[in-house]
């Protein structure tokens, strides 16, 4: 029999992305949607996605949907710029009708194109994203005139994954990146990187209110928002939390630790060796 829309409104979210960085993403799809139940795969073990091949990464991603689908999940929410970028199409297809499948590129390209048309607009990325070129074609695509100015800033994922962040020597990897005459002129910059989140205020501080940081996980966590209520799919409010699950592929108590930075709670992480 087929499921009701009304059955599939309670299975969860599945959430994932190559480490602990898409926790940023959870996070501000959970503050934005109390009621749903996330279920998150870091997948540690293959950290970071950024340097890996489309091929590699097209692997991760299937194996990874395997768990997410066994758990129900209603909805695939790709929390990684690179995977988005190597693995979405692919994904969507695996998937077929068993589950939805969103993300965190295509919001973040339409919000540009809508505020920023005829603008230019700085993006910082792993490298794997900027050389991809997929926020440029799809900004592109769009026909709006923004002007896009990508930068490869590989320092800033390991340097936050070490925890770095407020405090000198951020500041001056940060500065050193974003003195870059790439950037020159921008009025936006796109953070490109579900790991930027977390030294959003130090980017902001550098420009002096004279550029706008854009953090995809907000505009993500809308997007996600309004598709659900599009679909039918969002959840009812129930009279106790959901309980969300934290799975990793590789466990370190550091992840454990770097957890509760990201999602801003604490978080029970849960060793999933996917790959044994």
């Known amino acids: 029999m087929a499921s009701t829309a009304t059955d599939l409104s309670t299975r969860p979210i599945g959430v994932f992305d190559?480490?602990?960085?898409?926790?940023?993403?959870?996070?501000?799809?959970?503050?934005?949607?109390?009621?749903?139940?996330?279920?998150?795969?870091?997948?540690?073990?293959?950290?970071?996605?950024?340097?890996?091949?489309?091929?590699?990464?097209?692997?991760?991603?299937?194996?990874?949907?395997?768990?997410?689908?066994k758990q129900q999940c209603k909805l695939i929410l790709i929390a990684c710029n690179s995977a988005s970028a190597a693995a979405y199409e692919l994904v969507r297809e695996y998937v077929g009708s068993k589950a939805r499948v969103l993300?965190?590129?295509d919001p973040i390209v339409a919000h540009v194109g809508h505020e920023y048309a005829g603008r230019n607009v700085g993006l910082i990325g792993t490298k794997q994203t900027v050389n991809?070129?997929?926020?440029?074609?799809?900004?592109?695509?769009?026909?709006?005139?923004?002007?896009?100015?990508?930068?490869?800033?590989?320092?800033?994922?390991p340097?936050?994954?070490?925890?770095?962040?407020?405090?000198?020597?951020?500041?001056?990897?940060?500065?050193?990146?974003l003195t870059n005459p790439v950037l020159d002129g921008v009025e936006a910059l796109?953070?490109?990187?579900?790991?930027?989140?977390?030294?959003?205020?130090?980017?902001?501080?550098?420009?002096?209110?004279?550029?706008?940081?854009?953090?995809?996980?907000?505009?993500?966590?809308?997007?996600?928002?309004?598709y659900l209520q599009d679909t039918g799919l969002a959840a009812q409010p129930q009279p106790t939390p959901p309980v969300h699950h934290?799975?990793?592929?590789?466990?370190?108590?550091?992840?454990?630790?770097s957890t509760r930075i990201f999602f801003g709670k604490e978080v029970h992480l849960e060793h999933y060796p996917l790959w044994e």
């Open 18 to 69: 190559s480490g602990i960085g898409g926790l940023t993403v959870a996070r501000a799809v959970n503050r934005v949607l109390p009621h749903e139940r996330l279920i998150y795969f870091g997948d540690t073990a293959h950290l970071p996605y950024g340097d890996k091949s489309t091929a590699a990464i097209q692997a991760y991603s299937v194996k990874i949907c395997d768990l997410l689908l």
């Open 103 to 105: 993300n965190v590129i």
């Open 132 to 157: 991809s070129n997929v926020y440029r074609k799809k900004i592109d695509d769009l026909d709006a005139g923004v002007q896009l100015q990508s930068l490869a800033t590989p320092l800033l994922v």
């Open 159 to 177: 340097m936050i994954e070490e925890g770095f962040f407020e405090n000198n020597i951020s500041d001056n990897i940060i500065q050193a990146y």
């Open 190 to 226: 796109v953070l490109g990187c579900t790991h930027y989140p977390l030294i959003k205020e130090q980017i902001a501080d550098f420009y002096r209110g004279r550029v706008e940081v854009l953090d995809a996980s907000d505009v993500v966590a809308a997007h996600v928002k309004q």
């Open 246 to 257: 934290f799975y990793v592929s590789d466990f370190t108590r550091s992840f454990e630790e």
